[in-house]
T-cell receptor
Framework: DGGITQSPKYLFRKEGQNVTLSCEQN?????MYWYRQDPGQGLRLIYY???????QKGDIAEGYSVSREKKESFPLTVTSAQKNPTAFYLC????????????FGPGTRLLVL | KQEVTQIPAALSVPEGENLVLNCSFT??????LQWFRQDPGKGLTSLLL?????REQTSGRLNASLDKSSGRSTLYIAASQPGDSATYLC????????????FGTGTRLTVIP
């Protein structure tokens, strides 16, 4: 089955802790994206990557970091600098940068203890 | 900055009714517009993508129209079914085909059996 997987489904973060959200795709897509979804707000772009070993900040990158060492994987780290991390995080991918349909994973809900 | 608005925020209809969901955007210089469906606690599923040069797209009981000059799109759902109950999101991509998708906050649809 081709698709995008995200893990874990739920993640709990303690004060001052860094946590990493996993995103894997087997669609052979070049571009990958991370969005944050909050109640009553539209999805907002955190980071995106057009190709391996390259990534760019989105609208709300502060307090987050990413890496793109493999085409299939685009993990997101929520650092302790992110003061309001509670949200639903969605990963997406597309064949190439720009103009193409984005395919989304099932999401990870991050909660703060 | 592009702003995307979806009205109404919530809609309830009896099964079998035809319905229209609305999406408006402030900057008419878009590359394309995409409609998504989101079930509670899940990721997004792409329904229809309309390129800026197109006026409408159809898939089964769904028809999406685009009027770029007035900054509006509609999603028409024919003969609604309880399984159509979900949140519907529209998103626009900027005129240069840039990576950023600007999302509306969605319309939560409930189809009553």
């Amino acid at each position: 089955d081709g698709g995008i997987t995200q893990s874990p489904k739920y993640l709990f973060r303690k004060e001052g802790q860094n946590v990493t959200l996993s995103c894997e795709q087997n669609l052979n897509h070049d571009a990958m994206y991370w969005y944050r979804q909050d109640p009553g707000q539209g999805l907002r772009l955190i980071y995106y990557s057009q190709i391996v070993n390259d990534f760019q900040k989105g609208d709300i990158a502060e307090g987050y970091s990413v890496s793109r060492e493999k085409k299939e994987s685009f993990p997101l780290t929520v650092t302790s600098a992110q003061k309001n991390p509670t949200a639903f995080y969605l990963c997406a991918s597309s064949i190439k940068q720009g103009g193409e349909t984005q395919y989304f994973g099932p999401g990870t809900r991050l909660l703060v203890l | 900055k592009q702003e995307v608005t979806q009205i109404p925020a919530a809609l309830s209809v009896p099964e079998g009714e035809n319905l229209v969901l609305n999406c408006s955007f402030t900057d008419s210089a878009i590359y394309n517009l995409q409609w998504f469906r989101q079930d509670p606690g899940k990721g997004l599923t792409s329904l229809l993508l309309i390129q800026s040069s197109q006026r409408e797209q159809t898939s089964g009981r769904l028809n999406a129209s685009l009027d770029k000059s007035s900054g509006r799109s509609t999603l028409y759902i024919a003969a609604s079914q309880p399984g159509d109950s979900a949140t519907y999101l529209c998103a626009v991509r900027g005129g240069t085909g840039a990576n950023n998708l600007f999302f509306g906050t969605g319309t939560r649809l409930t189809v009553i059996p």
